[in-house]
């Protein structure tokens, strides 16, 4: 489905980071680890098409990613990509559900309420649909924002750090979540991390 292929890039003053050739298949699991600095945060952005490699391809259902700019490429990450961040960019002045609703109307879709609520109540937030974000908690705005990245069913769900910063019990659960959801909205799953306890859940590993 998506094929990385002599990719590197060079941040203007810094030193060449060079990736090495990688395949993922529809519905796979794999984390991407590295120590910091490797160029992890680097190779999701560039995977998820929000930044241009200096040379090399991704291509994703045989389109190479890279050649589509603009409306074009937003469009295309909208649709095909849902983006798990560290922060959770959510959109303060609108409610849980509005959320959902612009991540559809940004990539041109109608809004599917029925697959929302699915979503939603599979998360255990469904309650919580007309809550603003500073009315949720880090959890709940993490489910979220797992929710707004698979609304549009993507074929791949990215999550960069998703459990750094969580004890075990609640990194188990962020790591579960992560997998059923993928799993059941039948998206490859890549999660970026250098947390330990995250690797002996997901046995394919990308290093860096
Ligand atoms: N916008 C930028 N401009 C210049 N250099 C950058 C930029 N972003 C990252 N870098 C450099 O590129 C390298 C890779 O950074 P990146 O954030 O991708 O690493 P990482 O593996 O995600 O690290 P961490 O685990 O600490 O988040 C680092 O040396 C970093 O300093």
Do not use: C
């Not at 960019?89 to 991540?103: G, R, S, V």
């Not at 659960?173 to 909205?185: F, P, R, Y």
Request: no cysteine; proline share 2%.
């Amino acid at each position: 489905m998506i094929k990385i292929r002599n990719l590197s890039h060079n941040y203007t003053g810094g030193r060449r980071i060079n990736f090495p050739d990688w395949d993922i298949d529809s519905m796979d699991q794999w984390l991407l680890l590295g120590a910091s600095g490797k160029g992890k945060s680097t190779l999701l952005n560039i995977l998820a098409g929000l930044l241009s490699p200096t040379e090399g391809t991704v291509t994703h259902n045989e389109l190479n990613l890279h050649s589509l700019s603009g409306t074009a490429l937003d469009r295309f990450r909208g649709r095909h990509i849902g983006i798990v961040f560290q922060q959770t960019h959510l959109i303060k002045a609108l409610n849980a559900i509005q959320n959902l609703q612009i991540a559809s109307s940004l990539a041109g879709l109608t809004f599917d309420d029925a697959h929302a609520m699915n979503l939603l109540k599979d998360l255990g937030i469904h309650e919580l649909r007309k809550k603003y974000p500073h009315e949720l908690s880090q959890g709940q705005l993490q489910r979220l924002s797992v929710a707004r990245a698979l609304i549009n069913k993507p074929d791949l769900l990215i999550a960069d750090e998703p459990t750094s910063s969580l004890d075990d019990e609640n990194a188990f659960q962020v790591l579960e979540m992560l997998q059923t959801q993928a799993k059941n909205n039948q998206a490859a799953l890549v999660i970026a991390t250098h947390d330990q306890r995250v690797s002996q859940r997901i046995d394919k590993s990308y290093l860096l």
